[in-house]
């Protein structure tokens, strides 16, 4: 049932994806900034009382539905509904429209354009990024986007599926991504900011819920890919910055396609500047090996992407038959 829920979910999402705005998504927003204003006084307790009511109610109403669906009306409802909550929370969809729009535009030779959508994208201030670093950050953050909209999502999941618990891993996978990106210290809150207690409690709740999610894409990148230069640069990448998720990402992706990212970006995230300036960090000490970006390496990435999600469907296929003929 979990293996076609994600082919269906998937399929839907191709052919009609759900729109940035919509109800669902302002919802659970709404209710995690009500928890925030309504408990985060400021104590260690009520940073994490705040992050557990935040994060932790969504994924179980999708749990008790679940389970009603399928003891009380079967199983064919269940499916449905889980077919619906993928479609919500996984998908190449939520993001791949900037992707494409920056990559046209740098095509066409358009770098001011290709600036401005990424600006427009991320929400920072390019100054006169060059074509090369553009690219750089477009592969890093279309990659990280696909890590958090597609495979991580697909492991909680699939590691709560087999549990019986539904598809509520996939709510509380991006509830917790939600409250790392809009709790932690660079997050630009106007009002009612989160207390410190809170920021520390997303991002270390964060950091252990990512850190399986992340190998395993890595992992797939790797095996897709240059495995030899992918294991290389996560392994190099582990042991100078430990503990930073979406680096060893980073890292294995600029490995498996032979691109060199790298500097201030595979450096912990959390301390990124909102800001990227011209003659950024590419070159330096602390960049992977490789080519330096072109346009080029963003069909690799696309390609990488694709070719994981099928290993991700064979794996699941094969397990699934396992399971009906065993």
């Known amino acids: 049932m979990n293996f076609f829920a994600i082919v269906l979910a998937l399929l839907m999402e191709q052919a009609r994806p759900l729109a940035r705005s919509n109800p669902i998504h302002e919802g659970l927003r709404a209710w995690a900034l009500s928890a925030r ?3 985060d006084a400021g104590s260690r307790f009520h940073g994490w009382l705040t992050w557990g009511l935040a994060v932790g109610v969504p994924p179980l109403v999708v749990l008790l539905v679940y389970w009603l669906l399928l003891y009380q009306l079967g199983w064919p409802l269940a499916l449905l509904w889980n077919v619906v909550v993928l479609y919500i929370t996984l998908g ?9 729009g920056i990559r046209d535009a740098l095509e066409d030779g358009d770098v001011a354009l290709a600036r401005e959508r990424l600006a427009d994208w991320k929400q920072v ?15 890093e953050y279309s990659v990280i986007a696909a890590h958090r ?15 019986g618990l539904g598809p509520s891993g996939a709510v509380l996978y991006r509830m917790a991504e939600f409250a790392s990106r809009h709790w932690g210290p660079n997050a630009a809150v106007p009002e009612y900011p989160p207390s410190e207690p809170l920021t520390q409690a997303a991002a270390r709740a964060w ?10 894409t890595a992992l797939c990148f790797a095996l897709v890919g240059s495995f030899e230069d992918a294991i290389e640069g996560w392994r190099f990448h582990a042991q100078r910055f430990p503990g930073d998720s979406d680096g060893v990402v980073l890292a294995a992706t600029a490995g498996a396609i032979g691109v060199q990212l790298g500097g201030v970006a595979l450096r912990s995230r959390g301390a990124r500047p909102a800001a990227f300036e011209a003659g950024g960090p590419l070159g330096d000490s602390d960049a992977t090996p490789g080519q330096l970006p072109q346009v080029g390496h963003l069909r690799s990435v696309v390609g990488l992407v694709w070719r994981s999600v099928v290993v991700w469907m064979l794996v699941l296929a094969l ?7 065993g």
Request: proline content about 3%; some cysteine.
């Open 37 to 39: 204003r309504n408990f």
């Open 149 to 163: 909209h597609v495979f991580g999502v697909l492991t909680w999941f699939c590691a709560l599926a087999m549990l």
């Open 319 to 325: 397990l699934t038959l396992a399971r009906l003929l």
């Open 125 to 139: 201030q390019v100054a006169q990024l060059p074509r090369s670093e553009i690219v750089r950050h477009v592969i």
């Open 207 to 216: 950091q252990c819920m990512d850190w399986l999610p992340a190998r395993l």
């Open 92 to 100: 190449f969809r939520q993001f791949s429209h900037h992707f494409t």
